[in-house]
């Protein structure tokens, strides 16, 4: 079993940053890859970012692609989100989530096993 603590969200303006952190336990975690997903009021839960399970690729949506850096520490169990040049669109609920299925660089809700609480990202305008 997996558990998952996502955290750092907050209220920023447009143009500003934020870093989103994601705790997991289990001694299975640094096997599989994880990811970013976001999810607005009366919208599906949406990809953000994808990482290998050792480092050694990342994925991006479009929209977030050239801003947004996924990166993960295995001796720590952390995976992390640095969030560069935020814009109002970005407002969300950021949920971490890995998975226990041998994906390289999974990028569907159905390919995650487990997931954050979730975390608000707020940028005003």
């Known amino acids: 079993q997996v558990r998952v603590v996502d955290s750092g969200g907050g209220l920023v303006q447009a143009g500003g940053s934020l870093r989103l952190s994601c705790a997991a336990s289990?001694?299975?975690?640094?096997?599989?890859?994880a990811g970013w997903f976001r999810q607005t009021p009366g919208k599906e839960r949406q990809f953000v970012a994808v990482?290998?399970?050792?480092?050694?690729?990342?994925y991006y949506s479009d929209s977030v692609k050239g801003r947004f850096t996924i990166s993960r520490d295995n001796a720590k169990n952390t995976i992390s989100l640095q969030m560069n040049s935020l814009k109002p669109e970005d407002t969300a609920v950021y949920y971490c989530?890995?998975?226990?299925?041998?994906?390289?660089?999974?990028?569907?809700?159905?390919?995650?096993?487990?997931w954050g609480q979730g975390t608000q990202v707020t940028v005003s305008s």
């Open positions: 990482i290998s399970w050792n480092g050694g690729a990342t």
């Open positions: 989530a890995t998975t226990s299925r041998n994906i390289y660089t999974p990028t569907r809700v159905s390919d995650f096993d487990y």
């Open positions: 289990g001694r299975t975690f640094s096997r599989y890859a």
